[in-house]
């Protein structure tokens, strides 16, 4: 099973007539639900809301087959999200993140038996209190020996001390068994220039992998996807041509489909991910690459179904 750690929220998505249309969302939410969705046993940890939205949301995701045991409900409203949306279908935020639920997670111990991946990322490592529960919960579980996958999906508008951000990140990486993120992560995370070059985030990335992941998959936007692979090998999957209406849940559809295809193909361990060649890697990014395309081709952030996909 793979456990999913983080914030389910509701984004406010632009409507073509100007009004906000709420769309069920977050960065691990929409992990959850892709990786449900594409027939993977999956489970939730979360802090949900008793509201109308949080409601909404727990049905969104036994609808996509994911368990909820690891969800706890509070009174506290759900956290918001409004998304502005630039010509190119790319999205930016802004949040109303003050006395939501989300933040108030507590450390549910040990994670149960036959837990084979953890995935962290987004506003939950950046929020206190819940940033240094998630924490906790990674160092547990890595130290457990579970494959830890990590996506950051910088949200710099909520981060208050960039350095001590930056910092804070390299001391989970020892920690990481896969580490997922887009070039522009990269980019600020590594505090280089933000039209520096794939080459020089390689660079930073081949010494992010010294101090711990396996491998280090890079989401390019219409340039498709690379990986740095356990032998160090640089392997890139051009995007799958799509009529885009929205980005909104791309790079988590793309989280999500790589943890649905390594549990598919018994890779779900570090030292599997560490030992996967140049031809599983294609195959993993194409699959990931391709499920992304179709959650650009409708809006929000609706990952495909499994009958939407061919598993290679």
């Avoid at 280089?192 to 081949?206: E, F």
Wanted: glycine share 12%; proline share 6%.
């Amino acid at each position: 099973m793979i456990v999913v750690a983080g914030e389910a929220l509701v984004d406010l998505v632009p409507t073509p007539d100007g009004a906000l249309a709420p769309r069920l969302g977050g960065g691990p939410y929409n992990v959850a639900v892709a990786t449900g969705r594409l027939g993977t046993p999956t489970s939730f940890l979360s802090r949900v809301s008793t509201d109308l939205f949080g409601d909404r949301l727990i049905r969104r995701l036994h609808a996509s087959g994911v368990r909820t045991d690891l969800v706890r409900r509070g009174t506290e409203p759900t956290t918001l999200a409004v998304v502005g949306l630039a010509e190119d279908g790319s999205a930016r935020y802004s949040f109303y993140v003050e006395g939501t639920a989300d933040r108030l997670v507590v450390d549910p111990g040990p994670l149960p038996d036959g837990t084979d991946a953890v995935s962290f990322g987004t506003l939950s490592l950046v929020l206190e209190p819940g940033a240094s529960t998630y924490e906790r919960v990674l160092w547990r579980e890595a130290e457990r020996g579970a494959l830890t996958v990590l996506d950051p999906n910088i949200r710099t508008g909520l981060i208050d001390d960039p350095l001590a951000y930056r910092d804070r990140y390299d001391s989970w990486l020892s920690h990481v068994g896969l580490l997922k993120l887009s070039i522009e992560d990269a980019r600020w995370l590594a505090d280089l220039d933000d039209d520096a070059g794939l080459p020089d985030v390689l660079d930073v990335a081949r010494d992010w992998q010294r101090t711990g992941p396996a491998a280090i998959v890079l989401t390019l936007g219409g340039d498709g996807l690379v990986v740095l692979s356990g032998t160090g090998e640089v392997i890139h999957v051009p995007p799958v041509p799509v009529t885009v209406v929205d980005t909104i849940g791309a790079g988590d559809t793309v989280h999500g489909a790589l943890l649905a295809w390594l549990h598919a193909h018994d890779a779900l361990s570090t030292e599997a991910v560490r030992g996967l060649d140049r031809t599983n890697w294609a195959k993993a990014l194409g699959y990931a690459g391709a499920a992304a395309a179709l959650t650009c081709s409708r809006a929000g952030a609706e990952p495909p179904f499994s009958a939407e996909l061919g598993m290679t």
